[in-house]
């Protein structure tokens, strides 16, 4: 294997998991940020520490080549008048394209402070290599519809469920004539749904690479254990809570909701950090994908649809996430948990629960979804709850466009780029593959 090529994927890897985290990661923590119960720095702590633990512990260690299926790396290898070598010379070639325009796309887009997702980049950059390289047959269209469809179906689900459920803590705590009564009736009841939506996910999600097939994991036993984990938060949280309130109902209207919002706030972090937990054991495939693809090609010198993913690549994805989180999230937090609507503690919940129980649904209907897109529109649905001046419409174009162009965006830049190496690098890649293959 020739350590400068591998070098060099590996440094693009760990600059698309450095993109990763400054936008996609920045999400799972916005609610916490925007509503105080979490410092930036605080959020980035313990986020960074989530998001590590799930990519390296959890994270798969068997990752498609090309991620979710939309170009075959068949269709590639039957490419007329190829010779020994070739198809896999493309691969790397596409693969190198495609990492570094989706990294490009997403540094451009947490620039801006803009929430994209990053499995629309990739999946749009890896369209477009398979294009120019095999051309429009070699994608399934069929999965990029679905993809297409997600970019609506997302924010509306968890704009949907957003709105209901902050409604649901407006009108039974919030709008109360004392809600700190009313809090140690409803709060246990919330965390309770909290707890076991989080705890659902968390297994079908975020443990799922360690599950698969595991006679815990099963459907019946994942919803008795989070059913289980659901009860336990709600007898805590009632003990806390009327810790906490016991005797306050009788204090201003002012005071009392800024001690129920108080007590919002530990369960806006439990949640917001089961997030990154499940984003880092899923997304670092992201990053990591095309990077084991290349390692395997110039390791055995055959494209395969699946390959094994090295520990030391699953540490490069699961570091850079977290490096990118520290040095560049805090822009796509503002915009996320400040710019849209004003985010308090109990909106941050009701945002965390939606936008979990969307992408829990969605996953067990198999529709692709983004956790960018349902988080934005879970939050777009609270501010809606508030009525529509409580949500900063230019702000929400922006984020709009934004993920309207992602996929062309970054197919187009993708392209362009494997021209370029396909033209200038194709021979001296092709001379390291045939020797990888002896």
Not at 56 to 78: C, M, N, Q, Y
Not at 172 to 189: D, F, G, S, W
Not at 336 to 353: L, W
Request: aromatic share 8%; glycine share 12%; charged share 10%.
């Amino acid at each position: 294997m020739d350590i400068g090529i591998l070098a060099v994927t590996a440094i693009l890897g760990l600059y698309m998991a450095w993109n990763i985290g400054a936008n996609d990661v920045a999400n799972s923590m916005a609610d916490a940020v925007g509503s105080k119960a979490l410092s930036i720095r605080n959020a980035v702590i313990l986020a960074g520490i989530c998001e590590f633990a799930g990519a390296v512990l959890v994270g798969s260690h068997v990752t498609d080549t090309i991620r979710k299926g939309i170009v075959s790396p068949e269709a590639i290898a039957s490419i007329p008048g190829l010779m020994p070598g070739d198809a896999a010379t493309l691969m790397v070639l596409g693969m190198t394209a495609a990492l570094l325009s989706a990294a490009l796309w997403l540094h451009l887009a947490s620039w801006t402070g803009m929430p994209v997702s990053t499995t629309h980049s990739i999946v749009g950059a890896v369209a477009g290599f398979g294009i120019v390289a095999a051309g429009w047959h070699c994608v399934d269209w069929g999965k990029m519809g679905q993809i297409v469809a997600s970019w609506f179906i997302s924010p509306l689900v968890g704009g949907l469920l957003g709105y209901i459920f902050f409604t649901f803590i407006s009108m039974t705590i919030l709008r109360r004539e004392k809600p700190a009564q009313a809090a140690m009736v409803v709060m246990p009841i919330i965390a309770f749904v909290l707890a076991m939506v989080v705890a659902l996910g968390t297994i079908y999600k975020g443990l799922k690479h360690v599950s698969k097939g595991a006679a815990w994991a099963s459907d019946t036993n994942s919803l008795f254990i989070s059913l289980g984990v659901g009860l336990l938060a709600a007898l805590v949280a009632a003990v806390w809570v009327r810790f906490k309130l016991h005797g306050k109902g009788d204090l201003p209207i002012g005071k009392q909701l800024e001690l129920v919002e108080r007590n919002f706030m530990p369960l806006v972090v439990i949640s917001s950090c089961a997030v990154a937990f499940a984003h880092g054991s899923n997304d670092v495939a992201n990053a990591v994908g095309p990077l084991a693809a290349v390692a395997h090609i110039f390791t055995t010198g055959a494209v395969e649809m699946k390959v094994g993913v090295p520990m030391w690549i699953l540490c490069l994805g699961g570091g850079g996430i977290v490096l990118g989180l520290g040095t560049y999230g805090y822009r796509v937090m503002q915009t996320v948990g400040t710019d849209i609507t004003e985010i308090t503690p109990s909106r941050g919940v009701a945002a965390d629960i939606a936008a979990t129980a969307t992408v829990l649904i969605c996953t067990r209907m198999k529709l692709p979804v983004s956790t960018t897109h349902t988080l934005v529109g879970a939050i777009l649905g609270i501010g809606m709850a508030r009525g529509l001046g409580g949500i900063n419409s230019a702000i929400t174009g922006k984020i709009f466009s934004s993920w309207l162009i992602t996929v062309p965006a970054a197919a187009l830049l993708s392209a362009g780029l494997f021209l370029i190496g396909r033209l200038f690098m194709f021979d001296f890649v092709r001379e390291l593959v045939l020797a990888a293959a002896g």
